[in-house]
C-alpha cells in the first residue's frame, strides 16, 4: 500500500510516498512558489526514484489549510485531479497539526505559526501524550498573535500543558520578536520557548503523509468530491467584494 501525499500550503512544495510499514520518501521543490509548475514533474520523479508507477498509489493525501490560499487551491485541485484519474480515495490532512510528526519524541507544546497577514496568523498548538496520540492545546484558526499566545499562556499556567512551546512556521521567525516579549513578562517567565530549526521549521509532504496514514488507517478516508480546502478566512478578493456589497445597500 502506497499513500501519495501532497504538501503546497507554505512557500516550498514537496510530496512524498508513505507505504504500510511507515517508511518515508520525500521529494522537495527548490523553487518557491512553483507549485503549478514543479508539483507533477516532481510526483513522476518520486516514483521513478522508488521504481513506482502511478498505478502503485493506493491514496492520495493533500495538506487541506490553512496556507496560501492559491497553494492550497493548487495542492487540492491536484489531489482531486490524481484521485479522479486514478479512481481512489482522497485523506484531507490539517495542515497545522502535521506539524506534530516533524517532531513525534517531542513532549512540549507544538505551536505552528503561519503569517496570514493583515495582522492575523493561522496558528494552533498542540502536544504528544504518552500514548503516543495527539491532543489540541489551543484550536486551530485565523487570529492575532496575541490572542494565540494568550491562550497558550492560559493552558500552561492552568497546569494542562507543559511549561516548554517550540514554535514552528513561517510566523515563528516573523513574530519571533514579539513572541519573546511575551514570554519575558513576569507572569510567563516559566514558560521555556524555543524555535525550531530550519530543517523542520516548514511544512513538509513527509509530515503530511505521516499523519495521512494514521488518519486512513482510522477510516478518515473521503470521496474526491467531499476532499475541501481549509481556508480558515476568507480570500482578500472575496472579503473585498463583500465590502463593496455592503456599501452599496
Known amino acids: 500500500m502506497n499513500i501519495l501525499a501532497i504538501e503546497t500550503t507554505g512557500a516550498e512544495a514537496s510530496v512524498a510516498l508513505i507505504n504500510d510499514e511507515g517508511e518515508v520518501f520525500m521529494e522537495i521543490s527548490d523553487q518557491k512558489m512553483s ?78 505559526i503561519l503569517d496570514a497577514r493583515r495582522n492575523q496568523v493561522y496558528a494552533g498548538a498542540y502536544r504528544w501524550t504518552d500514548s503516543g496520540q495527539y491532543e489540541e492545546v489551543v484550536p486551530g484558526a485565523a487570529r492575532h498573535l496575541d490572542q494565540l499566545l494568550e491562550q497558550l499562556a492560559e493552558a500552561v499556567c492552568g497546569g494542562s500543558a507543559p511549561p516548554e512551546v517550540t514554535f514552528f512556521g513561517d510566523g515563528g521567525i516573523s513574530c519571533k520578536d514579539r513572541i519573546l516579549e511575551w514570554q519575558e513578562a513576569s507572569s510567563n517567565s516559566n514558560i521555556r520557548v524555543l524555535f525550531a530549526e530550519d530543517g523542520i521549521r516548514l511544512q513538509n509532504a513527509s509530515s503530511v503523509a505521516k499523519l495521512a496514514l494514521e488518519l486512513y488507517r482510522k477510516g478518515e478516508i473521503k470521496s474526491l468530491y467531499d476532499l475541501k480546502p481549509v481556508y480558515m478566512r476568507k480570500a482578500e478578493a472575496e472579503r473585498k467584494l463583500e465590502e463593496k456589497r455592503n456599501k452599496q445597500k
Open 35 to 112: 507549485h503549478l509548475q514543479n508539483l507533477m514533474p516532481m510526483v513522476d520523479n518520486l516514483l521513478k526514484k522508488r521504481g513506482l508507477s502511478i498505478d502503485d498509489i493506493n491514496c492520495i493525501a493533500v495538506s487541506e489549510g490553512p496556507g496560501s490560499f492559491t497553494g492550497i487551491r493548487i495542492g487540492v485541485s491536484s489531489a482531486r485531479a490524481l484521485a479522479q484519474a486514478l479512481g481512489l480515495m482522497t485523506v484531507g490532512v490539517p495542515t497545522l497539526e502535521s506539524f506534530l510528526y516533524h517532531v513525534p519524541e517531542y513532549r512540549g507544546i507544538v505551536c505552528p
